[in-house]
């Protein structure tokens, strides 16, 4: 329930398209937890697509991916190492030939505009939802600039007053929420 009213604050999308992240899209597939996750979304007030399976997770098909906090950072942990691993080979393969050196001199914009779109650290950190306060989550090798940039998002949450918004909106769905422990 936090996730929807995140990117419905925060990112402005009018009814977040919720996924669950599993190994499969039938409701059947995945662990114990991700099944009953599975039931309890699927009868909730949310729009809920049903699962997705980690090739989806970029493809834009689910606003908000819910999952287990080990699932998910290991999702992220793969995301940042295929990022470098890409990065790696278009340098080797960019630099191989004049021809191809010469394609990459005249496509350097797209590819600056590529790297922001992909690096972490020009979003800096992430919202930790469920805590009572306003924490931001940052990788441990954060960058000056993705410091900077955390704590840029730190204010623009405050500024949203995102703490007392989550409340507000999720009071009227306490009784899921009860259902849910």
């Not at 899209?25 to 909730?44: M, P, Q, V, W």
């Amino acid at each position: 329930a936090m996730g929807p009213v995140y990117a419905r604050t925060m990112l402005a999308i009018e009814t977040p398209r919720v996924g669950l992240l599993s190994i499969g899209e039938e409701s059947t597939k995945g662990n114990d937890l991700t099944r009953d996750a599975h039931r309890l979304l699927s009868g909730g007030p949310l729009c809920f697509i049903g699962n997705i399976e980690a090739r989806d997770v970029y493809s834009g098909v689910a606003d908000v991916i819910v999952c287990d906090g080990f699932t998910g950072n290991v999702a992220l942990k793969v995301s940042e190492g295929l990022v470098e691993v890409v990065e790696e080979l278009l340098r080797e393969e960019l630099g191989r030939t004049f021809t191809t050196q010469l394609g990459f001199l005249l496509s350097q914009r797209a590819f600056r505009r590529f790297r922001r779109r992909v690096d972490y650290s020009e979003y800096g950190g992430a919202p930790l939802l469920g805590v009572a306060g306003l924490t931001m989550v940052g990788h441990g090798r954060s960058s000056v600039k993705a410091v900077r940039n955390a704590l840029a998002l730190t204010y623009r949450f405050a500024r949203a007053e995102f703490v007392d918004t989550i409340a507000a909106r999720l009071a009227p769905e306490a009784p899921l929420l009860e259902r849910a422990q």
